[in-house]
């Protein structure tokens, strides 16, 4: 508007802006980065210059006063007119110059601001305080149900989790239940978080036990320890350990690997039969030996105590007398055994609430027919079903009911949207394509021009940054291509890995070692470990009984750890103090979901079951093809498999508040393989009427013609 002469709303101006855009790229890219001899070819002298005076800080802020906000210029008045005319560098009339003074509020401490990022990011943002939202009948009905057993079927975006919080507290407040005798549990370490946040903003001071299966399985392991043939300062191993120990007791690599899994699948109730007597007593002897569980053991051994030893239920039954369960779909057979024993009592109080839709983890052993095995269990089990969605569009929801095969599907919010399907050459242009779009939708927040190229004419209401798009894929295989599009289109991202960040290198093997210098330096099962920067200041450390965060302080001090990992690390470890073994353990039961941002200001890139429990504005599904979704690329998969497949793809659908984009590729790189692809069948079971069917689009360049003397 400044270089123009005009103001802000003038055609010229916006016009002027998307030439710019269409010419040199982002905005980002354009004021930071373009030489300045690029931008005076492409755009002018004026711009050059104003853009320079803007990176070297030479500004004009003329303060506000009452009823006047402050302004900030590039050039002044008499001055504008001067570079105008060409005279860039002296006119014929050199215009006044007044002193630029340098303003405490654009000086920018780049170095500061780097020590301080990481800082900041762990801070955690204050709680705001839970608005009282209007419930429905059905809604209410659950809320307040008395005692006995009650399962709550509730679709994505139903209210599942201020159902949760708000029966909790009903059960305090309006039926005087102490607050130890009510045990919530969930399975993700940040859906138990956040229902601890929102009892706690009704209920200051709760204490209500709220955790997952494996925390509540640990605090029963601990309190049996002698029983269980440990001591205190029991660990938690790790895959690699586990795998050492079978390693020791199999004559194969090949053998091992296929008896620690059918292990892993016999502690989780998994294997219809029981494994040999001698390889369950061979392994159970070598983990006492180091003093030691696999956390599988955290639900098999309390279904064991319970089991050897019935005196033990009672003390659980009496202790927690009202029983509530997040996401009950996605349990298996050992975790239902465990609820059987803490609601074995004549009159029990359990309330589940789950959805047989959303089970997606039968791969690692959830079980979804444990719905049906409940009211079959107890004959008395009241049963409530949420037909409405507070999340979805009706048109998301028909279209992913569809994809399930369902006559009947939830109601949904009345946005009148369609779904929109890309479908593209190549991964690479489809990832491109994806970039592409969330700039789009960015640039439709400021203007809906067509002819810029920037945003296709459709106002997206609801997207105001970065943070409202999520780009779900069936593997993380398919990473990569999108981490190359954000980067070269300028958009932030956020990757959310199924591996915490201290499960990888170089901080997993310095964690290894400080492990091992704690629970094992003797009789170490595990060949892989570095040497520790200052390892005998760490022995002694440990040895002094020091705090965590000073042994980290030393530990850390090792070449190639990123320093943001460093400091949350060491943030991490500071509430436990010198509990060595209950840190250690806290590792083990965390994933990688935990580490996801929700007020990054980025674009979240994740698999489809990484996306389970949350929601966003737009949500993209690239991958739509026959052998990618459903995945089987590795073989075919069973009937009872295929409809896990059309399950995870009904729960990626559904993350989304407002836009839902599909897309396939003809052609795909994956793994090292060059795919021949074709649209997944899946999309066939849509409504055409529900999709929009997208090309890409053009980018509109202006063609200057010079029209002919003689015409």
């Known amino acids: 508007a400044e270089v123009t002469g005009k103001k802000n709303t003038a055609k010229a101006v916006s016009e002027a802006y998307f030439n710019t855009l269409n010419t040199l790229g982002s905005e980002f890219q354009t004021?930071?980065?373009?030489?300045?001899?690029?931008?005076?070819?492409?755009?002018?002298?004026?711009?050059?210059?104003?853009?320079?005076?803007?990176?070297?800080?030479?500004?004009?802020?003329?303060?506000?006063?009452?009823?006047?906000?402050?302004?900030?210029?590039?050039?002044?008045?008499?001055?504008?007119?001067?570079?105008?005319?060409?005279?860039?560098?002296?006119?014929?009339?050199?215009?006044?110059?007044?002193?630029?003074?340098?303003?405490?509020?654009?000086?920018?401490?780049?170095?500061?601001?780097?020590?301080?990022?990481?800082?900041?990011?762990?801070?955690?943002?204050?709680?705001?305080?839970?608005?009282?939202?209007?419930?429905?009948?059905?809604?209410?009905?659950?809320?307040?149900?008395?005692?006995?057993?009650?399962?709550?079927?509730?679709?994505?975006?139903?209210?599942?989790?201020?159902?949760?919080?708000?029966?909790?507290?009903?059960?305090?407040?309006?039926?005087n239940v102490p607050p130890e005798e009510i045990l919530a549990i969930t399975f993700s370490n940040k859906a138990a978080q956040e229902i601890r946040d929102r009892v706690e903003q009704q209920l200051p001071g709760c204490t209500a036990p709220i955790s997952t299966f494996h925390s509540f399985g640990l605090s029963i392991v601990r309190n049996h320890l002698s029983?269980?043939?440990r001591q205190d300062g029991f660990q938690l191993i790790d895959e690699e350990d586990k795998q050492a120990i079978f390693n020791l007791m199999c004559e194969s690599p090949k053998e091992s690997k296929t008896m620690m899994r059918l292990m892993?699948?016999?502690?989780?109730?998994i294997l219809n039969d029981d494994l040999p007597a001698e390889l369950i007593n061979n392994y159970a002897a070598h983990l006492r030996k180091i003093n030691a569980f696999d956390l599988d053991d955290l639900i098999y051994v309390p279904v064991r105590l319970m089991t050897a030893y019935p005196s033990r239920i009672e003390q659980y039954t009496q202790k927690y007398r009202w029983i509530l369960i997040d996401e009950y779909q996605d349990i298996n057979r050992r975790q239902y055994e465990l609820i059987r024993f803490l609601t074995d009592t004549p009159s029990p109080n359990l309330f589940v609430i789950g959805d047989?839709?959303?089970?997606?983890?039968?791969?690692?052993?959830?079980?979804?027919?444990?719905?049906?095995?409940?009211?079959?269990?107890?004959?008395?089990?009241?049963?409530?079903?949420?037909?409405?969605?507070?999340r979805c569009p009706e048109p998301i929801l028909k279209a992913a009911g569809q994809v399930l095969q369902h006559k009947n599907y939830l109601s949904g919010t009345p946005d009148d949207v369609k779904i929109t399907l890309f479908e593209c050459a190549t991964d690479t242009a489809e990832a491109d394509r994806i970039a592409g779009q969330i700039e789009r939708m960015i640039g439709g927040v400021r203007s809906f021009s067509i002819n810029s190229g920037m945003s296709d004419?459709?106002?997206?209401?609801?997207?105001?940054?970065?943070?409202?798009?999520?780009v779900l894929c069936r593997t993380?295989?398919?990473?990569?291509?999108?981490?190359?599009?954000?980067?070269?289109?300028?958009?932030?991202?956020?990757?959310?890995?199924?591996?915490?960040?201290?499960?990888?290198?170089?901080?997993?093997?310095?964690?290894?070692?400080?492990k091992h210098l704690y629970f094992i330096e003797e009789g170490d099962i595990s060949q892989k470990s570095v040497e520790i920067s200052s390892d005998d200041i760490v022995r002694q450390l440990i040895e002094n009984n020091a705090p965590l965060r000073d042994i980290l302080d030393v530990a850390l001090r090792h070449e190639g750890i990123d320093e943001h990992d460093r400091i949350c690390l060491k943030s991490m470890a500071e509430p436990f103090g010198t509990d060595y073994t209950s840190f250690f353990a806290s590792l083990m039961m965390r994933e990688g979901l935990d580490e996801y941002d929700k007020q990054a200001e980025s674009v979240s890139l994740m698999t489809l079951h990484a996306s389970k429990g949350l929601e966003f504005q737009a949500v993209f599904i690239p991958g739509c093809e026959n052998n990618i979704i459903p995945f089987e690329i590795f073989g075919k998969k069973t009937d009872t498999e295929l409809?896990?497949?059309?399950?995870?793809?009904?729960?990626?659908?559904?993350?989304?508040?407002?836009?839902?984009?599909l897309s396939c590729a003809q052609r795909r790189m994956l793994r090292n393989r060059v795919l021949n692809?074709?649209?997944?069948?899946?999309?066939?079971?849509?409504?055409?009427?529900?999709?929009?069917?997208?090309?890409?689009?053009?980018?509109?360049?202006?063609?200057?013609?010079?029209?002919?003397?003689?015409?």
Do not use: W
């Not at 990022?117 to 608005?131: F, R, T």
């Not at 979804?368 to 409940?374: A, D, E, F, S, Y």
């Not at 209401?461 to 999520?470: K, R, V």
């Not at 399950?647 to 407002?658: C, D, E, I, M, P």
């Open 264 to 269: 892993s699948a016999f502690k989780n109730g």
């Open 677 to 711: 692809q074709s649209r997944s069948y899946l999309l066939d079971r849509v409504e055409q009427e529900l999709l929009k069917n997208e090309k890409r689009p053009n980018r509109y360049i202006q063609k200057n013609e010079q029209l002919s003397l003689f015409s």
């Open 457 to 470: 004419g459709e106002e997206y209401q609801d997207i105001q940054s970065f943070s409202d798009f999520a």
């Open 643 to 661: 409809a896990e497949e059309e399950r995870l793809f009904y729960v990626g659908a559904t993350r989304s508040k407002k836009y839902l984009f």
């Open 356 to 390: 047989p839709d959303q089970a997606i983890y039968g791969f690692r052993g959830s079980d979804v027919t444990l719905i049906r095995q409940l009211t079959k269990d107890y004959p008395q089990a009241e049963t409530i079903t949420l037909d409405k969605s507070y």
């Open 31 to 175: 004021l930071l980065f373009t030489p300045l001899s690029d931008i005076e070819n492409a755009c002018g002298p004026v711009l050059a210059e104003a853009i320079r005076r803007l990176r070297d800080r030479e500004v004009y802020i003329s303060e506000g006063y009452d009823g006047e906000f402050g302004h900030i210029t590039v050039f002044k008045p008499d001055e504008i007119n001067g570079l105008n005319t060409g005279a860039l560098f002296g006119s014929d009339k050199p215009a006044a110059t007044l002193p630029v003074r340098p303003k405490s509020s654009i000086l920018f401490d780049i170095n500061a601001f780097k020590e301080y990022k990481p800082i900041a990011e762990i801070i955690p943002e204050p709680k705001k305080k839970e608005q009282s939202k209007q419930v429905t009948a059905q809604q209410s009905d659950a809320i307040a149900f008395g005692e006995g057993v009650c399962l709550v079927i509730a679709g994505p975006g139903a209210g599942k989790t201020h159902i949760l919080t708000s029966r909790i507290v009903s059960l305090i407040k309006d039926k």
């Open 476 to 514: 993380a295989h398919m990473f990569d291509g999108f981490i190359t599009a954000f980067e070269n289109h300028g958009i932030a991202y956020q990757v959310v890995s199924s591996t915490p960040f201290f499960m990888r290198e170089p901080l997993y093997s310095v964690l290894k070692s400080l």
């Open 227 to 229: 029983l269980c043939g």
